[in-house]
C-alpha cells in the first residue's frame, strides 16, 4: 500500500500554487507586452494580452471594463487597445465588433495549467477544519464558502459536516479506468447545432477527458487513497472541491470513484 507523506501532498499543493491561470498568463506575455515599443504601456499590453487569451474573444465594452480603470480612463484604454491592434498584438473583427487572440501559450505550459490549475484531490487526510478560512489543504487557504469569503468570514458555519465529508477515503478504480467501457462518451451534435459550435465543444471534451486521465495516474502514482475537500455554497448546500476527479461531476466521473474502504454485504 502506498503512503504518502505530507510532503507529497504539498508538493502537489505547489503545483497548484504555481499553475493559477491569470499569474501563469501574465508571465507569458510579460516578455511580449515589455517589447510593446514607443506609445504602449507594457503593463497594460500584458494584461490585454493574458485576459483576451483567457476569453478567447470580448467586445470593447468587456476589454475596457477589465483594463479600467487602472490603466487609465475608459476612452484611454480604448485608445491603447486601438494602438495595441495596429501593431498586431490582437485582431479586431468590425462584423462582430470583439477583439480575437491572435497568440496561444506554448503547449507545455497549456497542459500543466490544464492540469493543475484547480486543487486536486489530496492524498493524505485533510486537516481538520476549524475556521471559516481553513479548507482542509496544507497550505491552500480559503473560504468554507464558495464565494462567500467576505461576508461569511465571521458567520456560524457548520465546519463538523465538512469534516465528515473530508474525511471519506476514496479511491480510483482502475478497472473502470482502463476498460474499453471505460472510455467517455464523446459528446454527439445537438439538433440545429453549428458544426463548428459543435466541434469546438468536442475539442473541450477530448481535451478534458486527457488531462483527466493524466491526473488520475499521477494520483494512482502517489496513493491508493484520496480524499476530497467540500465547501458550502451561499445557500447551505454542499460541493466537492474537485475538477478533473469528483463525485458530485459527470457520469464519467462517478464511475471511475469507489470508497476505500470496502465491506462485504451479504
Not at 17 to 33: D, T
Not at 63 to 76: C, R, Y
Not at 79 to 107: A, N, P, R
Not at 181 to 190: A, F, H
Amino acid at each position: 500500500m502506498k503512503l504518502p507523506t505530507k510532503d507529497t501532498q504539498q508538493g502537489l499543493e505547489e503545483l497548484f500554487s504555481k499553475h493559477q491561470l491569470l499569474p501563469v498568463l501574465r508571465a507569458e506575455f510579460q516578455q511580449m507586452g515589455d517589447d510593446c515599443g514607443e506609445g504602449c504601456e507594457p503593463a497594460m499590453a500584458t494584461e490585454a494580452l493574458a485576459q483576451l487569451f483567457l476569453h478567447r474573444q470580448a467586445d470593447v465594452p468587456t476589454m475596457v471594463g477589465i483594463l479600467s480603470p487602472k490603466f487609465g480612463t475608459p476612452q484611454e484604454v480604448a485608445d491603447k487597445l486601438l494602438h495595441l491592434c495596429q501593431i498586431d498584438y490582437f485582431d479586431f473583427q468590425e462584423t462582430s465588433g470583439k477583439f480575437i487572440v491572435k497568440y496561444d501559450v506554448s503547449e507545455d505550459v497549456q497542459n500543466m495549467l490544464e492540469k493543475y490549475q484547480y486543487p486536486l484531490p489530496m492524498v493524505t487526510a485533510p486537516r481538520k477544519v476549524t475556521k471559516n478560512y481553513h479548507t482542509g489543504y496544507e497550505t491552500i487557504l480559503g473560504s468554507a464558502v464558495l464565494n462567500g469569503s467576505e461576508y461569511f468570514e465571521d458567520k456560524d458555519i457548520c465546519l463538523d459536516h465538512l469534516n465528515r465529508a473530508n474525511s471519506v477515503a476514496l479511491s480510483l478504480d482502475i478497472d473502470v479506468i482502463t476498460s474499453p467501457e471505460g472510455k467517455y462518451l464523446r459528446p454527439t451534435r445537438n439538433n440545429g447545432e453549428d458544426f463548428v459550435e459543435f466541434r469546438k465543444r468536442q475539442k473541450q471534451a477530448d481535451t478534458f477527458y486527457s488531462s483527466t486521465l493524466d491526473v488520475m495516474e499521477t494520483l494512482i502514482g502517489l496513493s491508493d487513497e484520496l480524499y476530497m475537500t467540500h465547501k458550502y455554497d451561499r445557500r447551505g448546500r454542499c460541493y466537492s472541491s474537485g475538477y478533473h476527479v469528483n463525485p458530485q461531476g459527470t457520469d464519467y466521473n462517478k464511475a471511475v470513484l469507489q470508497l476505500a474502504n470496502k465491506e462485504v454485504i451479504n
